[in-house]
């Protein structure tokens, strides 16, 4: 079975610029989640998803981000513009169904902004 | 507000001993617990779910206990490995799927 994909896996950016990270969850999982990783801390979550539909966003930075998951299978996070304190890891993961599931999680995107 | 607290960021111990990690909550009240392993640039990997009601779970040198009344869990890996270092994240799980994590122990096991 495949693992959740990431891409790409490193980007240097400079601050006001854009970007945008793209996943591909295991196949047929319903619920997809990307997470900010600071350096020294634990994942955050910044939004998940049950199928297409948002199931939590409380703490994406709407102002700067923005993240899609059209027809319920990859989904793309984009950061416009970069803030400097934007650089971190950033990771996608997958799970069966909402609820009670282990999460799958991907290489992640590490990102630079300088 | 809520706050997840894992033990000192590192922790040093000789092959062969008993691993003792700690995860520590307040204000929060879980559905479940799950420790998860992270390597180096990779992301983490699950290893044991304990729900609320559980009070030890067990996998191999792996052991887990939970008291939600002291809002605590323990993680025990027994006849530690170089291989097994790595960083430890505990995370809470409420029942809409919702994961919080902490930070993490650094585990380094010396041969």
């Known amino acids: 079975e495949a693992g959740v994909a990431q891409s790409p896996r490193y980007k240097i950016i400079e601050k006001r610029q854009s970007v945008a990270f793209w996943c591909n969850p295991i196949?047929?999982?319903?619920?997809l989640y990307w997470y900010q990783q600071i350096l020294g801390q634990g994942p955050k979550l910044l939004i998940q998803?049950?199928?297409?539909?948002?199931?939590?966003d409380s703490q994406l930075p709407k102002d700067r981000f923005s993240a899609e998951r059209l027809k319920g299978v990859d989904s793309t996070l984009k950061i416009q513009p970069a803030k400097l304190e934007d650089s971190a890891v950033y990771l996608c993961?997958?799970?069966?169904?909402?609820?009670?599931?282990?999460?799958?999680f991907g290489p992640g995107t590490r990102l630079t902004v300088l | 507000s809520q706050k997840i607290e894992q033990n000192s960021e590192a922790l040093n111990i000789q092959e062969g001993k008993t691993a003792t990690l700690t995860c520590n909550y307040t204000?929060?009240?879980?559905?479940?617990l799950q420790w998860y392993r992270q390597d180096p640039g990779r992301g983490p990997v699950f290893l044991l779910l304990?729900?609320?009601?559980?009070k030890e779970k067990r996998k191999e040198r792996l052991k887990v206990t939970f008291d939600t009344t002291l809002k605590q869990s323990l993680f025990h890996i027994t006849a530690s490995q170089p291989a097994d270092s790595a960083t430890y994240l505990c995370?809470?799980?409420?029942?809409?799927?919702?994961?919080?994590f902490g930070d993490g122990t650094t585990l380094t096991v010396k041969p």
């Open positions: 995370a809470l799980d409420t029942n809409a799927g919702k994961s919080t």
């Open positions: 204000n929060y009240s879980p559905a479940y």
């Open positions: 998803f049950q199928n297409n539909g948002v199931v939590d």
């Open positions: 196949s047929g999982h319903a619920t």
């Open positions: 304990i729900r609320e009601n559980e």
């Open positions: 993961a997958s799970s069966p169904r909402t609820g009670e599931d282990t999460q799958y």
